[in-house]
T-cell receptor, first 118, second 113 residues
Framework: DTAVSQTPKYLVTQMGNDKSIKCEQN?????MYWYKQDSKKFLKIMFS???????INETVPNRFSPKSPDKAHLNLHINSLELGDSAVYFC?????????????????FGPGTRLTVL | AQSVSQHNHHVILSEAASLELGCNYS??????LFWYVQYPGQHLQLLLK????DPLVKGIKGFEAEFIKSKFSFNLRKPSVQWSDTAEYFC???????????WGAGTKLIIKP
């Protein structure tokens, strides 16, 4: 029944490793997002995909690479992890229902993945 | 650039006190407005939203917000808070020209029992 799910919930790893976080939504939405939330709770958009195409790519290191195999999935792969990557990563989705050319953008969030880099 | 400002980073209240959290945005066009809540250790959940119509919107758990277009504001209110309202509250704005929400920095609300 979970609308937006993420795995794993917790991820503890060493500097320099490569890791992936998976996200799936069963809401039938066509737009998915990755956010990073730092220790001060500030939310930063990282990427957004609409119908499997990248539409937002904020200034994030190219060690972060999103992959969207289909509309229901948006995975995040991180290479060469650094201490500063420690944060909670949230996946979200929305239906970009364009009524008269407008996107309402109500987003539904996953439970988050707490990444700790040692 | 569009921005969202939440005036108070930390708010501490006693139970039964009234709450008002400020949110102002900078965008002159049509907007959709949201308040999200994040309880400790949990994900963000939608509290309430404004798309159009009555500028006073009611959300879950007794929260309401008023959209004042002339002031570019969307303040969150609750007449009597409970200990369980302790959480982080985020205001977000969707400008009709964007694909992304613009987020405020959040307000940490602590309710003393």
């Amino acid at each position: 029944d979970t609308a937006v799910s993420q795995t794993p919930k917790y991820l503890v790893t060493q500097m320099g490793n490569d890791k992936s976080i998976k996200c799936e939504q069963n809401l039938g939405h066509d737009t998915m997002y990755w956010y990073k939330q730092d220790s001060k709770k500030f939310l930063k958009i990282m990427f957004s995909y609409n119908n499997k195409e990248l539409i937002i790519n904020e200034t994030v290191p190219n060690r972060f690479s999103p992959k969207s195999p289909d509309k229901a999935h948006l995975n995040l792969h991180i290479n060469s992890l650094e201490l500063g990557d420690s944060a909670v990563y949230f996946c979200a989705s929305s239906q970009d229902s364009e009524r008269t050319g407008v996107s309402y953008n109500e987003q539904f969030f996953g439970p988050g993945t707490r990444l700790t880099v040692l | 650039a569009q921005s969202v400002s939440q005036h108070n980073h930390h708010v501490i209240l006693s139970e039964a006190a009234s709450l008002e959290l400020g949110c102002n945005y900078s965008y002159g066009g049509t907007v959709n407005l949201f308040w999200y809540v994040q309880y400790p250790g949990q994900h963000l959940q939608l509290l309430l939203k404004y798309f159009s119509g009555d500028p006073l919107v009611k959300g879950i758990k007794g929260f309401e917000a008023e959209f004042i277009k002339s002031k570019f504001s969307f303040n969150l209110r609750k007449p009597s808070v409970q200990w369980s309202d302790t959480a982080e509250y985020f205001c977000a704005v969707n400008a009709w020209s964007n694909y992304q929400l613009i987020w405020g920095a959040g307000t940490k609300l602590i309710i003393k029992p």
